[in-house]
């Protein structure tokens, strides 16, 4: 509840001071800071954006919507300016691979940047690469500069590459006619092998899906598939995770900033979600377990909401095309 109470506040905060900026990127930032158990530091922010802008060009991906969330997030590390001059030879170095600029892209060039050691950067973005280029090879329209976020998160790992890509496309095609977008399926996928998950974790997916229709949850949506693979991944049974996070979005939709006309159920339930897994996270045992658990919903939030800010801004471009035509 305390952190709950933290985000809806962080929220109203940067809501306050960046009025311009796209208000899924301002709850994004919020939830980063709450997840940190601290308030948000809007100085801080504008700091780390000032100096983005003062390292790139006015055209830079790093100015887009995206830049705001890599402002929280280098103003939540010890080292701002380090972790920011690694991100930008990481983002080269992608681009040298043939990876197109993106939102998604300097996402990934940060995870890269704030996990791996500088002499590691080629390998982590070569096996990147390969991983990339396998699961287009076998799927070539849904693979796309989504899925940056998720070959760098696996190739960050010690994960064989092949053997990987094997099971990835092993899980996809037990669960592709469960699901009606394969794209999302393929992120699921990308996911549970990340989490190193066994069959009994791909089954319990569509124990939780078939488990949160009951209760009228839909969590087995475009944006919320991938993060059902994280709650499969959890050791707490179904039924708590059920209660809790229906408590936290009833909670999250009564309070203001948070009513139907400002975030949708799907954007909600990936808040009350992201809340959720993050306090079972720290209450397990095991650190390796809750290292990649933290690790996994951070990074699979930022993916979603990447995905999410992509889509509203499509729409918006394809309105405002039929509107001056």
């Not at 590390?77 to 920011?84: A, G, L, R, T, V």
């Not at 070539?140 to 696996?154: E, H, K, N, P, S």
């Not at 954007?267 to 996994?296: G, H, N, Q």
Request: glycine fraction near 4%.
């Amino acid at each position: 509840m305390d952190k709950l109470a933290l985000f809806v506040e962080n929220a109203q905060v940067i809501k306050k001071e960046f009025g311009f900026q796209n208000s899924l990127t301002k709850r994004l930032a919020a939830l980063s800071c709450a997840q940190e158990g601290k308030l948000i530091d809007c100085e801080a922010i504008k700091a780390c954006q000032d100096m983005i802008k003062q390292n790139t060009g006015i055209f830079s991906t790093f100015r887009g919507d995206m830049g705001l969330c890599i402002a929280t997030l280098l103003s939540l590390s010890k080292n701002p300016q380090e972790i920011f001059r690694d991100t930008l030879t990481v983002y080269d170095l992608f681009k040298s691979e043939g990876f197109r600029a993106s939102d998604s892209l300097i996402v990934a060039a940060f995870q890269v940047a704030a996990q791996s050691q500088k002499s590691d950067y080629e390998r982590v973005i070569q096996r990147a690469r390969t991983f990339y280029d396998s699961m287009k090879a076998k799927h070539f329209f849904y693979t796309g500069a989504d899925d940056y976020i998720f070959v760098t998160m696996l190739a960050i790992t010690d994960l064989d590459v092949t053997a990987s890509t094997m099971r990835i496309e092993k899980i996809y095609d037990f669960l592709k006619n469960e699901f009606w977008t394969k794209n999302s399926v393929q992120t699921l996928a990308q996911l549970l092998v990340l989490g190193k998950s066994d069959d009994a974790g791909v089954d319990r997916v569509l124990v939780l899906r078939d488990a949160f229709r009951s209760e009228k949850i839909k969590m087995d949506k475009a944006y919320t598939l991938p993060i059902l693979g994280i709650l499969a991944l959890l050791p707490v049974d179904t039924n708590s995770l059920i209660r809790e996070i229906d408590s936290v979005q009833t909670f999250l939709r009564n309070q203001k900033g948070f009513g139907t006309f400002s975030v949708t159920q799907q954007e909600l339930l990936m808040f009350a979600t992201s809340m959720v897994v993050s306090d079972f996270a720290d209450k397990i045992k095991d650190d390796m377990v809750r290292a990649a658990l933290s690790t996994s919903i951070t990074s699979i939030m930022i993916a979603q909401q990447t995905a999410m800010i992509a889509m509203l801004a499509t729409t918006t471009a394809a309105v405002s095309s039929s509107v001056s035509s």
